[in-house]
């Protein structure tokens, strides 16, 4: 087999002629200092540490009109607190990232989209040291909606107990790229012929999903999601919680608690369900043997999300 050394031209009539039918519509690099819309151009430094070792963070943002993020500034905030967590200072200012965030969606011509940005610890060399680095990074990528399908809002999704032990608490409460862990609970999932797995911490409390919160609706008609020490801090769960306040009022359910939760916690639940930024408030139909047919709260609590999106604000 030959191996061929490239030239710079031959390599960039490489890149042009891929064929990557992907849904990806417009990206920000500061690396490139602008956006780009071929997909073919939307590339990070091999030697990122994004890339070799996972050193940055991230956040997902799904935009329902070009001119409002849902749950923008929250979003942003988590971004920063993840940020400072592991000692990246933000190359640009707040104000300056959100213009870019609706250059890059103006630019994308989507009027409904996911916002994915991606804060890196920078180009610079292979090791482990993370000082090698020549500054942090922004990638800001806008593509399509992938939306779950209704039928399982209707029946709910399957979801089992990963053979994977939750994150520890201080991994768990960063938002960063390092997602081995998660990517393992989705493979098992897939593996298993189940839409989810949920993890439990080594003292058997329940923490997540791969990407996803769990939420409760327990035997006295509280809704109950664990303690933030064991899980990310969900924008979507937050909301849903604080509108959730409207359904204490309606007598719809008794009230919120944030608690310690098991397995039994789960399996003797009114209702289960996962919540995040692409599934909104997604119902749990069957858990190892254990089944719902009931999502009366769950959806009212995706009405009130899906309502909260339209909202001008």
Same mark, same amino acid.
């Given at each position: &087999?030959? @191996?061929?050394?490239?030239?710079?031209?031959?390599?960039?009539?490489?890149?042009?002629?891929?064929?990557?039918?992907?849904?990806?519509?417009? &990206?920000?690099?500061?690396?490139?200092?602008?956006?780009?819309?071929? %997909?073919?151009?939307?590339?990070? %430094?091999?030697?990122?540490?994004?890339?070799?070792?996972?050193?940055?963070?991230?956040?997902? &943002?799904?935009?329902?009109?070009?001119?409002?993020?849902? =749950? &923008?500034?929250?979003?942003?905030?988590?971004?920063?607190?993840?940020?400072?967590?592991?000692?990246?200072?933000?190359?640009?200012?707040?104000?300056?990232? $959100?213009?870019? @965030?609706?250059?890059?969606?103006?630019?994308?011509?989507?009027?409904?989209?996911?916002?994915?940005?991606?804060?890196?610890?920078? %180009?610079?060399?292979?090791?482990?040291?993370?000082?090698?680095? @020549?500054?942090?990074?922004?990638?800001?990528?806008?593509?399509? =909606?992938?939306?779950?399908?209704?039928?399982?809002?209707?029946?709910?999704?399957?979801?089992?107990?990963?053979?994977?032990?939750a994150k520890t608490p201080w991994h768990a409460q960063i938002k960063s790229c390092n997602y081995l862990h998660n990517v393992m609970m989705k493979k098992?999932?897939?593996?298993? $012929?189940?839409?989810?797995?949920?993890?439990?911490?080594?003292?058997?409390?329940?923490?997540?999903?791969?990407?996803?919160n769990i939420v409760i609706l327990d035997a006295d008609q509280n809704l109950v999601h664990p303690k933030m020490e064991r899980i990310l801090k969900g924008?979507?769960?937050?909301?849903?919680?604080?509108?959730?306040?409207?359904?204490?009022?309606?007598? $719809?359910?008794?009230?919120?608690?944030?608690?310690?939760?098991?397995?039994?916690?789960?399996?003797?639940?009114?209702?289960?369900?996962?919540?995040?930024?692409?599934?909104?408030?997604? %119902?749990?139909?069957?858990?190892?043997g254990q089944h719902w047919t009931s999502f009366t709260v769950s959806k009212a609590l995706r009405e009130m999300i899906l309502d909260d999106q339209k909202?001008? @604000?």
């Amino acid at each position: &087999m030959e @191996i061929k050394k490239l030239k710079l031209t031959e390599a960039l009539e490489k890149v042009q002629n891929l064929n990557r039918s992907v849904p990806y519509r417009a &990206m920000y690099s500061s690396w490139f200092g602008g956006i780009v819309t071929d %997909p073919q151009l939307m590339l990070v %430094p091999i030697d990122d540490h994004l890339v070799h070792r996972g050193d940055g963070v991230f956040e997902a &943002m799904k935009f329902l009109r070009p001119q409002k993020v849902y =749950l &923008m500034q929250q979003h942003l905030e988590r971004l920063q607190q993840s940020a400072e967590r592991l000692g990246i200072l933000f190359p640009l200012s707040v104000s300056d990232l $959100k213009k870019i @965030i609706y250059e890059t969606i103006k630019a994308s011509e989507l009027t409904t989209g996911l916002v994915r940005l991606f804060l890196s610890r920078g %180009p610079g060399g292979f090791s482990t040291n993370p000082y090698e680095s @020549i500054g942090a990074q922004l990638y800001l990528v806008v593509t399509e =909606l992938q939306s779950i399908s209704e039928k399982k809002y209707e029946t709910g999704v399957s979801m089992g107990k990963s053979m994977w032990t939750a994150k520890t608490p201080w991994h768990a409460q960063i938002k960063s790229c390092n997602y081995l862990h998660n990517v393992m609970m989705k493979k098992e999932a897939i593996d298993r $012929k189940i839409d989810f797995t949920v993890s439990y911490d080594d003292q058997g409390y329940l923490t997540e999903g791969s990407t996803e919160n769990i939420v409760i609706l327990d035997a006295d008609q509280n809704l109950v999601h664990p303690k933030m020490e064991r899980i990310l801090k969900g924008t979507t769960m937050v909301r849903a919680f604080e509108l959730a306040e409207k359904l204490v009022s309606q007598g $719809k359910i008794r009230g919120t608690l944030v608690k310690d939760l098991t397995e039994k916690d789960l399996t003797q639940a009114r209702e289960v369900m996962l919540m995040g930024t692409t599934l909104d408030v997604l %119902p749990v139909g069957q858990y190892e043997g254990q089944h719902w047919t009931s999502f009366t709260v769950s959806k009212a609590l995706r009405e009130m999300i899906l309502d909260d999106q339209k909202s001008p @604000i």
